[in-house]
Nanobody, 111 residues
Framework: QVQLVESGGGLVQPGGSLRLSCAAS????????VVWHRQAPGKQREFVAS???????NLAASVKGRFTISRDNAKSTAYLQMNSLKAEDTAVYYC?????WGQGTQVTVSS
């Protein structure tokens, strides 16, 4: 059994930065792709970023150049560094791995 817990969300001003963490329990972290999705109120869930077990990354066009995804296999933790945040980044951010998803963490970008 695997559990994922997101943390690091909160309220930030436009142009600010935030780092989300995704801590995994279980033994499969190092061999799994980690994906971040987000869902804003009234909108469809959308892909944000992914990182493979080998460290290859993929970012949605809307966040490319502003967000960075990384992982620390020794800590079984993945990260989403979010810079130059915009109001449209406001959403609940979810971390996924294999068949598992975390509960989400709220990111609100507002002045």
């Amino acid at each position: 059994q695997v559990q994922l817990v997101e943390s690091g969300g909160g309220l930030v001003q436009p142009g600010g930065s935030l780092r989300l963490s995704c801590a995994a329990s279980g033994s499969i972290f190092s061999s799994s792709v980690v994906v971040w999705h987000r869902q804003a109120p009234g909108k469809q869930r959308e892909f944000v970023a992914s990182i493979s077990s080998g460290g290859n990354t993929n970012l949605a066009a809307s966040v490319k150049g502003r967000f960075t995804i990384s992982r620390d296999n020794a800590k079984s933790t993945a990260y989403l560094q979010m810079n130059s945040l915009k109001a449209e980044d406001t959403a609940v951010y979810y971390c996924g791995m294999s068949i598992y998803w975390g509960q989400g963490t709220q990111v609100t970008v507002s002045s």
